[in-house]
């Protein structure tokens, strides 16, 4: 992938790469590597519809201001639910990054997207880059960025699966040919289990605890395969009863129980992938085996738990959660790789 003459011109041209993720947000410029890394969260007020705060500061804000402050995570479900929202996060995260390295003239910009946004919401997502003062603005599908990211062979013609667990979804793609073969998308990841979580606690304890708590417990003891050793957490809230504040303790045993449905249906979607898969492709996979992408990948156990139902060999990718920011990075560096991977999805020729 080594290119002299990229790299050379890459050193002025000061490219950038987004993973506009339903979680987080992480921006790459070409040459300085990872400049922000920030909740995908926009902050606006409850009446006035003004937007108060994005990213990180967005985040903090919300839950210790009153109420009137509200969250909004515009790519929530891996589409964009709120457009206006999305550009101004955009825009904002675009700024901060000339604000920070001195202005970058006319970047060209490659965004990693969920495969699930329309071409309406692509349109959009183009433009709202452009108005940000992007001189070319590329698309890709995320599964694409995230192979590319983890470093799968994925302009050859081999089959190579990512799975990429993020907040809002998990995305199954098997790659061959610089093309999308086969792809799943679920709306089940990080945030659901958060919110299985966030039930258990309430039907089992009686116990109402926030999202962000939820997620730290997860993060703390939730897992996808028995640990090593199980553990204990704490969970702190407010009794639905009486309103007082009051913690319990539970087991990691209990959270896995707690979230078991969302981690089958995860399982289920890399399954059912792998089934639509061509056979020459499957035993390609069975050869290099399943990478794992995403913050929710990081979930203990997933991979050993997609292993055993696989039957075939899991990895995480080196720094899951950076794989698709990278990979649009990269995919920068080489323009044959971005104009292969830019252009529509288009299946490999052997499997049309
Ligand atoms: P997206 O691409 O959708 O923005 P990310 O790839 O950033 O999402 O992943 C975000 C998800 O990863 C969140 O649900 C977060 O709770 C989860 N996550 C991050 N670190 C861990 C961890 N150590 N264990 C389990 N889940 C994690
Ligand atoms: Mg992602």
């Not at 292969?340 to 999805?345: K, L, Q």
Request: glycine share 10%; aromatic share 4%.
């Amino acid at each position: 992938m080594f290119n002299p003459l990229g790299t050379f011109l890459g050193m002025f041209a000061h490219d950038i790469g987004i993973d506009l993720g339903t979680a987080n947000t992480l921006v790459l410029v070409r040459g300085k590597g990872i400049v922000i890394d920030e909740p995908s969260v926009v902050a606006i007020h409850r009446k006035t519809k003004k937007v108060l705060a994005i990213g990180a500061e967005a985040k903090q804000m919300v839950g210790r201001t009153p109420a009137n402050v509200v969250a909004i995570r515009p790519l929530a479900d891996g589409v964009i639910s709120d457009f206006d929202a999305a550009e101004q996060m955009l825009s904002y995260f675009i700024g901060k990054v000339h604000r920070q390295l001195g202005s970058i003239p006319r970047p060209r910009v490659v965004l990693g997207v969920p495969c699930g946004v329309t071409e309406v919401e692509k349109m959009a997502v183009h433009d709202a880059a452009r108005n940000a003062g992007a001189r070319e603005a590329h698309l890709i599908e995320e599964p694409m960025a995230a192979a590319i990211g983890a470093g799968l062979p994925v302009t050859e013609p081999i089959g190579s699966m990512i799975v990429d667990v993020g907040g809002g979804t998990t995305e199954v793609a098997v790659i061959s040919l610089g093309g999308i073969v086969v792809s799943r998308s679920i709306r089940v990841a990080g945030n659901e289990i958060d919110q299985d979580i966030v039930t258990f606690a309430r039907q089992k304890y009686n116990l109402l605890i926030g999202d962000w708590l939820a997620e730290e417990v997860k993060i703390a003891a939730g897992s996808a395969y028995p640990l090593p050793q199980e553990r204990m957490v704490t969970l702190r809230g407010r009794d639905v009863i009486t309103g007082l504040p009051k913690a319990v303790e539970v087991s990691s045993v209990e959270i896995r129980e707690a979230i078991a449905g969302s981690v089958a249906q995860i399982v289920e979607v890399v399954r059912e992938t792998i089934e639509e898969t061509p056979p020459e492709l499957v035993a390609d996979l069975a050869d290099q085996g399943i990478a794992l992408s995403g913050g929710g990948s990081l979930l203990a156990g997933l991979d050993i738990r997609l292993s055993q139902e696989t039957k075939m060999r899991v990895w995480r990718a080196d720094q899951p959660r950076t794989c698709v920011v990278r990979g649009a990075g990269a995919a920068l560096e080489e323009i044959e790789v971005l104009e292969t991977v830019a252009a529509p999805i288009q299946h490999s020729r052997a499997f049309r």
